[in-house]
């Protein structure tokens, strides 16, 4: 269990706010220096392209919804955001067509199985089941706003850039990599299509798709995506309002139910952050009202979610009281009052 060996890690904050920034530097260096050495897990392959990332890169990046920055080792490397995009693919969907439309078109369940799982779609009536598995991340992706492929094909990236601050740019290395390699999604398209649950034509959906997963980023990006989401869809380096707070809440609670796939309830119970992964070892872990970590390593476990990236997030979830969960023991006194302890 990644989470054993923090157990006697004690808590620093509970709810509301984080330590001090010299306290919250000194933990994400010291998690970067406790987990750097471990060599478990293996660098995905399957993209050919994505099998040459050395695997001993190790990055944490912490943003507070103040703006305020914490980084320990890679955090400038780029690496392409892969399936983290579908978080935030899905919260522009949200802003633009509405909740109950989106929950409606793809639903919020927990498929229980693989994050390219075929049997899921079939077992639900050509239903995608959640935004977070390749099947409802193709059907969300063909919800984006624009007539042709082209203008979805803007709409996501200048959205998914406003999220991070900065311009985004695609890595064409993968996405010509990932569309020579993605007959999986693109027969997942046409099933779906064959259901009624695609908006747009199949192959150019997928293409689109796969542009979006190939767009470059840092963890030190994916920290500012993640802090607009746990600022309520405000940018906390910028300023600008990317969406609403009630898309922000909605983007958090999906991601607590379906972000690391098969493996969320354990996340959930051993960490308790909403939190999405991608296949290149990036892991973005959001604590409402007071930021996102970021974590950056190649070496993947079984289910797809990066080794070192786990354990950083379960030290420094209970290091600096993110668990949405945790709450400060409060101590009775004789007049009934209570306190924190």
Known sequence: MFAADVQNVPQEAFTGYLPTKDR???????????????????????????????????????????????????????????????????????????????????????????????IAVELNNGSPMNSMVNAGAIATTAMMPGDTAEEQWGAVRSGLSRFAGRQLEIDDGVYLSEMRTNKRNRSIAGLLDSYGRLEKDPLETVDVYTRQCALSVTARDLAVMGATLADGGVNPVTGERVVSADVARDTLSLLASCGMYEKSGEWLFEIGLPAKSGVTGGIISISPGKGALATFSPPLDSAGNSVRGQRACAFLSRALGLNLFASSAHVSHQDGSLTHS
Request: aromatic share 8%.
């Open 24 to 118: 919250v530097d000194d933990l994400v260096a010291q998690a970067h220096q406790r987990y750097a050495g471990h060599t478990d897990g293996t660098v995905a392959d399957y993209i050919p392209i994505l099998a040459e990332a050395n695997p001993n890169w190790f990055g944490l990046a912490l943003v507070g919804i103040n703006g305020s920055t914490h980084l320990a080792g890679d955090v400038d490397v780029h690496f392409s955001i892969q399936s983290i995009s579908k978080a935030f693919v899905f919260a522009l969907v949200c802003e633009s067509i509405g909740h109950e439309a989106v929950h409606e078109r793809i639903g919020v369940n927990n498929t229980g199985l693989a994050f390219n799982s075929v």
